[in-house]
Nanobody, 114 residues
Framework: QVQFVESGGGSVQPGGSLRLSCTAS????????MGWYRQAPGKERELVAF???????NYGDSVKGRFTISRDNPKRTMYLQMNSLEPEDTAIYYC????????WGRGTQVTVSP
């Protein structure tokens, strides 16, 4: 069964950077459309960034110009480079794979505070 595991979360000051990773096991990673989503306390889960199997990308409006999504298919890993982090970016970040079915990771916490 396919599994996706996030890593790279942590605590950072405003203006700082983090890089999240999502690594797959038990799957043909290159065939999946992949996305990063986040959920802050009391809020609904929202799209952060999306990268298709063919490599095209989309970003949520709040992260455009600050976050970059990428993937390394031989390493079965997707990345989210997050720069200029703001307190509003504090959330649990989840990766999701899509092949007609959705597969979610368990999430990694990102906290941005002075």
């Amino acid at each position: 069964q396919v599994q996706f595991v996030e890593s790279g979360g942590g605590s950072v000051q405003p203006g700082g950077s983090l890089r999240l990773s999502c690594t797959a096991s038990g799957s043909i990673f290159s065939l999946y459309d992949m996305g990063w989503y986040r959920q802050a306390p009391g809020k609904e889960r929202e799209l952060v960034a999306f990268i298709r199997s063919i490599g095209t990308t989309n970003y949520g409006d709040s992260v455009k110009g600050r976050f970059t999504i990428s993937r390394d298919n031989p390493k079965r890993t997707m990345y989210l480079q997050m720069n200029s982090l703001e307190p509003e970016d504090t959330a649990i970040y989840y990766c999701r794979a899509d092949d007609g079915y959705y597969y979610w990771g368990r999430g990694t916490q990102v906290t941005v505070s002075p």
